[in-house]
C-alpha cells in the first residue's frame, strides 16, 4: 500500500551537484510531510531535510545553503537538489514519508522508508 522509490544517486566529484527523487506515486495513500535521511558506513542514519505539503522546509545544519528539497504534491513526489557536494556527504540517502508532520519526521523519522539510493562524491 506503500512504496517509496528513489532515484539519482551516483558518483559525483567534489563540488558537483546530484539531484534525488522519489517516487510515493504507487502509494494509495497522500503524505502529509516527506523528508530525507542519510546513513553513511559506520555510522547512525541522520536526518537530511523534510518538507509538508504545504512547502515549509527543515534542514540539518551541515546541508543548509547546500541543499534544497521540494514537494511535488499532485505527483507525489520529493525531490533532493544538492549542490556544492562533499565526500563527507557520501552515504545511502533514504526517503522518508508520514501523515503527521514535518516536525515528526524531521525529528525521528516517519512511518515509511525506501531503500535508498547510494551517493558517493569523490575524486
Known amino acids: 500500500q506503500v512504496q517509496l522509490v528513489e532515484s539519482g544517486g551516483g558518483l559525483v566529484q567534489p563540488g558537483g551537484s546530484l539531484r534525488l527523487s522519489c517516487d510515493a506515486s504507487?502509494?494509495?495513500?497522500?503524505?502529509?510531510?516527506m523528508g530525507w535521511y542519510r546513513q553513511a558506513p559506520g555510522k547512525r542514519r541522520e536526518f537530511v531535510a523534510a518538507?509538508?505539503?504545504?512547502?515549509?522546509?527543515d534542514y540539518a545544519d551541515s546541508v543548509k545553503g547546500r541543499f534544497t528539497i521540494s514537494m511535488d504534491n499532485a505527483k507525489k513526489m520529493v525531490y533532493l537538489q544538492m549542490n556544492s557536494l562533499k565526500p563527507e556527504d557520501t552515504a545511502v540517502y533514504l526517503c522518508?514519508?508520514?501523515?503527521?508532520?514535518?516536525?515528526?519526521?524531521?525529528?525521528?523519522?516517519?512511518?515509511?522508508w525506501g531503500q535508498g539510493t547510494q551517493v558517493t562524491v569523490s575524486s
Open positions: 518538507i509538508d505539503s504545504g512547502g515549509t522546509a
Open positions: 522518508n514519508a508520514d501523515f503527521r508532520s514535518r516536525e515528526v519526521v524531521a525529528a525521528k523519522g516517519g512511518i515509511y
Open positions: 504507487r502509494s494509495i495513500f497522500s503524505f502529509s510531510a
